[in-house]
């Protein structure tokens, strides 16, 4: 039945003849529902597929490399299928496509031609792209246009769907899939003409089409045996994409009894092309419906999976695995099989993601594993930035808050992300999971991973700073109460910590936080005192933070019982949560001497007018809210400890474990361009790149005040910390300054330029905004500069001219060097 597309290709004179006829009419084809499949290589091959809408004769797709279509060429149907007696679908394979090209088509017939439509296929090299990966659109609607919506604002090369496309698998409901996933076309203008742009999904089979297995091909045309026939066996089969990356599709449908030959040709097929195949690409990623082992109690583990692929999976390298049919998210440590089980295997294996919740609601994410990273019970899907030394992974949550990548805003940069997504942040890893190879090519995940959560402080009378050596309290309590469900206690909700002057299901709403006070309880003269909350779904809209009026406990609070809106006693601060991500905030005195002298009441967030709500991380959902103080606490007292860690550390030999946060001192960039110039507190931040038309080549230096750490040794932490707010592809170095200099008064020609790249310590990609940390312990280089000069660092890039930008001191959270050290007292 399938045909080459040579001997389907209408002649060129005669179709574009025909074309420019029709189009000078203002005709428009009877076509609907159009979609786009990838399934063998995405640089060379596509196909287009539509459905009639009302009488369509022999329909045809008109298609090149430019929006001039007088040099268009023209490709017929190679197939065509009724899926559930109803729905009608033509497909059209485009093969021996230029890779890396822009490519214009139209789909036409008796009436004419149609919308216009472009698509990219995927690059020959090792260029970077982004995909997105996700299941389980069968239900919850407008969750699922959501997503749509926000995939269309990423833009991403390709999209991975993990199956369940709909309930009941049945013709009105593919429709309504159908009529959906026309919100994933983002809309361009291009040469003055709309265009929409599609995008390329791979399908899989989920358990909601075991009624029809062959609904991938007879809705999708998906052909992965390239065998010209619609069967079962067109459920699994591998993608090229690029040289980068080769995605396996599989079904774990085939488990069911009565499929055992299907099985076994699945699993034989999967070991012969991860042996001949799998290395042409430098990343494995898998695809399948039903998970190993859900995190979810209601559902049963899929031993028999893990038997058919964990070992191949790890003997080949597969680097991820995206499983759906759960309703949930989760990260998984990289993990090597062990009897009917995995083990952790952190110096190489295989990373498992999911599962599902494009639309299905979600279900309780209430069984993690020994191996689980983080779980939640979220609506979401996968995007992931693959370029050629790491795969970052980032879990969306549905909202309308994200904003839009244009076409050359993704032309420009293949990682870009919008700016505003909501990232969901997980325990250990933030909002971006970053992995690399060993020398095996089995994933190994990046120590920088957990801190790529995007957002930071902001600068201004909202915005917080944390000092050189803060005291964290490490937050006790925290819960929020609602006006409407005044008796409800929310402790431990998976909706997090919530704010917001009218919510139309629980009213008003107010979090409340309690913190640790035994470290500070000795200590005087507080100063700088700062909140630090994780913000998830941001909120244009004003928020108080106020003293606790009465005592309270997490695990009973309710709006009645903590006196309603008369909890809120005196304001402390103001702040507007306007981004996601990590957000300080200072607060006005006297809130700790209030406790020490009293009750411990803690604090309130309320909003100060509007509905427009905030959600932040609770300590059982992410990132903890801390509470950072300087005070003056003895010699007895540590120095401080970073992140949600409190207490001065145990006792070790003559001194103690201690922790410090050491903001910078100083921090510049200096450019080979304006070789003379000093840009200390430039607007622009911390800069470097490789060579920008106005500042040439950029270096950043930055310098730590290490007053406190000089009779501290045996260093067991010693992390950079940097508020990405450009993010770049290319990799830069991190080295030990080799010439001392002040901020201000350095410049390129001062510090001698290149010179000042003394013995490179580490290197990093910037491939996100938001905070990153890049270890330094290996590298000795505080006990460096505790034993001669403080020369401070140098960041500089190692490849490429797309520039990194981060924030400075005076224009936001400023570089961190975060120390733990054992010390004398």
Aim: with cysteine; glycine share 12%.
């Amino acid at each position: 039945m399938k045909q080459f597309l040579g001997s389907n290709r209408i002649a060129l004179a005669g179709a574009s003849s025909l074309l420019m006829t029709l189009c000078a009419a203002d005709a428009s084809a009877a076509t609907k529902h159009h979609r786009l499949v990838w399934d063998s290589d995405g640089r060379t091959s596509a196909v287009i597929g539509f459905s009639p809408d009302g009488t369509s004769n022999n329909p045809y797709v008109s298609y090149g490399y430019t929006t001039n279509e007088s040099n268009w060429s023209s490709a017929g149907v190679d197939a065509s299928y009724t899926f559930d007696g109803s729905i009608n679908s033509n497909f059209v394979r485009l093969d021996n496509l230029s890779a890396d090209s822009e490519i214009f088509f139209r789909v036409c017939d008796q009436d004419g031609c149609g919308e216009r439509f472009w698509f990219k296929t995927a690059p020959n090299d090792n260029s970077p792209f982004v995909v997105i990966a996700g299941g389980d659109t069968r239900t919850g609607h407008t969750n699922r246009r959501q997503g749509n919506q926000l995939l269309a604002k990423i833009r991403p090369l390709a999209v991975l769907h993990g199956g369940d496309f709909t309930d009941a698998n049945s013709a009105s409901q593919m429709r309504a899939f159908l009529d959906d996933w026309e919100l994933t076309y983002s809309n361009d203008t291009i040469d003055g003409l709309s265009y929409k742009r599609i995008y390329p999904l791979i399908p899989t089979h989920g358990n909601h089409e075991d009624d029809n297995y062959s609904t991938l091909c007879q809705v999708f045309g998906a052909d992965f045996n390239a065998d010209g026939h619609c069967n079962p066996s067109d459920t699994y089969g591998a993608v090229q994409i690029s040289p980068l990356l080769r995605v396996y599709t599989l079904n774990s449908q085939f488990k069911n009894s009565g499929w055992s030959s299907y099985a076994s040709a699945m699993n034989n097929w999967l070991q012969s092309d991860l042996a001949s195949y799998g290395g042409s690409a430098q990343w494995r990623f898998a695809q399948y419906h039903k998970p190993m082992f859900p995190h979810y109690t209601g559902k049963s583990d899929n031993v028999i999976l893990h038997s058919w692929w964990a070992q191949n999976f790890y003997d080949y390298a597969m680097n991820l695995v995206v499983e759906s049919d759960t309703h949930m998210t989760k990260l998984t440590q990289s993990l090597a099989p062990s009897g009917n089980g995995f083990t952790t295997a952190s110096n190489g294996g295989t990373v498992y993601v999911g599962e599902g919740s494009w639309g299905a609601p979600a279900r309780s994410a209430n069984d993690p594993k020994s191996w689980t990273i983080d779980l939640a019970s979220i609506q979401q899907f996968k995007v992931i930035q693959v370029s050629p030394s790491e795969v970052t992974v980032r879990t969306a949550q549905f909202n309308t808050s994200a904003n839009t990548l244009s076409r050359s805003e993704r032309a420009a940069d293949p990682l870009a992300l919008p700016a505003n997504v909501n990232w969901w942040s997980a325990n250990q890893v933030g909002e971006a999971m970053t992995l690399t190879r060993n020398g095996s090519n089995r994933t190994v995940i990046s120590s920088g991973s957990s801190s790529s959560s995007s957002g930071g402080s902001s600068s201004g009378s909202s915005g917080g700073s944390v000092g050189n050596n803060p005291i964290a309290m490490a937050v006790t309590d925290d819960v929020f109460v609602t006006a409407n469900q005044t008796g409800t206690n929310y402790d431990g909700s998976n909706e997090g910590l919530l704010a917001d002057g009218y919510d139309a299901t629980y009213g008003e709403m107010m979090t409340l936080l309690k913190f640790d006070l035994d470290e500070v309880a000795s200590c005087s003269n507080f100063s700088n005192l700062t909140l630090e909350v994780s913000v998830t779904n941001y909120s244009n809209s004003s928020y108080g933070v106020f003293l606790a009026n009465g005592n309270w406990q997490e695990e009973s609070a309710t709006w009645s019982n903590v006196g309603g809106s008369g909890v809120r006693g005196t304001q402390l601060a103001t702040f507007t949560p306007s981004s996601t991500g990590l957000r300080q905030i200072s607060l006005s005195g006297g809130a700790i001497e209030s406790w020490l002298s009293g009750n411990n009441t803690g604090l309130v967030i309320a909003s100060l007018g509007g509905g427009d709500g905030v959600d932040m991380h609770s300590k059982e959902t992410g990132v903890a809210p801390v509470l950072y103080v300087d005070g003056d606490c003895g010699a007895s007292s540590s120095s401080s400890s970073s992140g949600s860690s409190s207490g001065s550390g145990s006792s070790s030999g003559s001194g103690s474990t201690q922790q410090f946060v050491q903001a910078a001192s100083d921090d510049v960039f200096v450019g080979s361009g304006r070789s003379g110039s000093n840009f200390d507190g430039n607007s622009d931040g911390l800069l470097a790149d490789g060579s920008d038309r106005y500042y040439g080549e950029l270096y950043t230096l930055i310098k730590f005040d290490l007053s406190g750490v000089e009779n501290c040794s045996n260093f067991s932490q010693a992390t950079l910390e940097l508020n990405i707010t450009d993010r770049s592809g290319n990799t830069y170095g991190i080295y030990h300054a080799a010439t001392n200099w002040q901020e201000g008064s350095a410049t390129w020609n001062s510090v001698g330029g290149s010179a000042v790249l003394g013995n490179q310590l580490a290197t990093f990609v910037p491939s996100a905004k938001g905070t990153r940390q890049i270890d330094l312990l290996s590298s000795g280089i505080v006990e460096t500069w505790l034993a001669g000069t403080n020369t401070g660092l140098a960041i500089a890039p190692i490849n490429g001219s797309n520039g990194v930008d981060m924030t400075s001191k005076e224009t936001g959270q400023g570089p961190l060097l975060r120390l733990e050290a054992t010390c004398s007292n």
